[in-house]
T-cell receptor, first 112, second 109 residues
């Protein structure tokens, strides 16, 4: 089954404790992206990757890192999480470019 | 950053009614995508419109892309409770997808 998987689905952590949210797709897609969704602000892009080893900042990249060492994986790293990073995070992928994206099920992160 | 204004933000209607959701911008997009999101799940693509003036139909849903490729609309005919959800429009640039804030639709039986 074609899908985008994210882990964990739910995470509660404390300020400053480094964490990684994993994202994997099995569709051989070149483009992958991370978004955060907040009430009243909608979906905002954090980082995107056009292909392996090619990543770039989206609209809200501060406090986040990404890497794309393999085509199928695109982890999101929070080196020192803060409460304002409490949000619902989505990973998405598409065959090429920001077109017709497949979204993962989401990761709900709470930073206390 | 390109901005997309979506309206209305909330919509509550009776089953069988028609409705239209609007997505407007001052920027030109290479394509406009509509997604639907249900609680606890990720957005799911409904349709992509690419050509100015394009109209696409998906059962009771009609999507239109403005002639200047800056705006789009989604019209639902005879809404059903199963149409309930968050509708998102996304404008694609060269590398990024910019979303509107969404329209939360509730269809009351």
């Amino acid at each position: 089954e074609a899908q985008v998987t994210q882990n964990p689905r739910y995470l509660i952590t404390v300020t400053g404790k480094k964490l990684t949210v994993t994202c994997s797709q099995n569709m051989n897609h070149e483009y992958m992206s991370w978004y955060r969704q907040d009430p009243g602000l909608g979906l905002r892009q954090i980082y995107y990757s056009m292909n392996v080893e090619v990543t770039d900042k989206g609209d809200v990249p501060e406090g986040y890192k990404v890497s794309r060492k393999e085509k199928r994986n695109f982890p999101l790293i929070l080196e020192s999480p803060s409460p304002n990073q409490t949000s619902l995070y989505f990973c998405a992928s598409s065959f090429w470019g920001p077109y017709e994206q497949y979204f993962g099920p989401g990761t709900r992160l709470t930073v206390t | 950053t390109q901005l997309l204004e979506q309206s209305p933000q909330f919509l509550s209607i009776q089953e069988g009614e028609n409705l239209t959701v609007y997505c407007n911008s001052s920027s030109v997009f290479s394509s406009l995508q509509w997604y639907r999101q249900e609680p606890g799940e990720g957005p799911v693509l409904l349709v992509t419109v690419v050509t100015g003036g394009e109209v696409k139909k998906l059962k009771r849903l009609t999507f239109q892309f403005g002639d200047a490729r800056k705006d789009s609309s989604l019209h639902i005919t005879a809404a059903q409770p199963g149409d309930t959800g968050l509708y998102l429009c996304g404008g694609a640039g060269s590398y990024q997808l910019t979303f509107g804030k969404g329209t939360k639709l509730s269809v009351i039986p």
